[in-house]
């Protein structure tokens, strides 16, 4: 089972960079150009995004990477002083805590704030300039925590195999 951890630790980096990329997206372009549509156009682009991002692909990016913190960070607290553990245990509460729960306790209650919005109201308009407000500050976190997991994952393993 040992000789696992490696190989799993490559796909929790792996599933740690693809949503630090897709964060990173967000962060850097995507909501600055649906900042720049009208509010009834910005909440339809990013309602669209909002159900389509619910695929097999992201789900798997996503929910994989989680599952396999919640081993690795286990591992790395059982086998404490086995080389890369500290990275394992910080890469995994990282991705954890900065991704899995900020995106729950915060971005999605924000979409699911958007979803239910009327875009051609003025009310729509004003949950609108909120969403941007708000959810932008918790994507730049979980950016910054999926690389932070990222990195702590290639540390991990270049203890592993060294």
Known sequence: ???????????????????AGL?????????????RLPAEQGIAAMNSINVTILNLSFGLAFFGTAI?????????????SDQGSLWLVSGSV????????VTMIFNVPLNDALAVANP?????????????????????????????ALISFILAYARQAG
Request: with cysteine.
């Open 23 to 35: 964060f990173f997206a967000f962060s850097s372009f995507v909501m600055a150009a649906l900042a």
């Open 94 to 101: 990282l991705f954890l805590v900065g991704t899995i729960a």
């Open 1 to 19: 089972m040992m000789a696992l951890i490696p190989i799993l630790t490559l796909f929790a980096a792996l599933g740690s960079g693809l949503m």
């Open 68 to 80: 396999l913190c919640l081993g690795l960070g286990v591992a790395g607290l059982m086998r404490w």
């Open 120 to 148: 051609a109201s003025p009310e729509g308009a004003v949950v609108w300039t909120r969403y941007l407000a708000e959810w932008l500050p918790w994507n730049h976190v979980r950016m910054l925590t999926s690389a932070g």
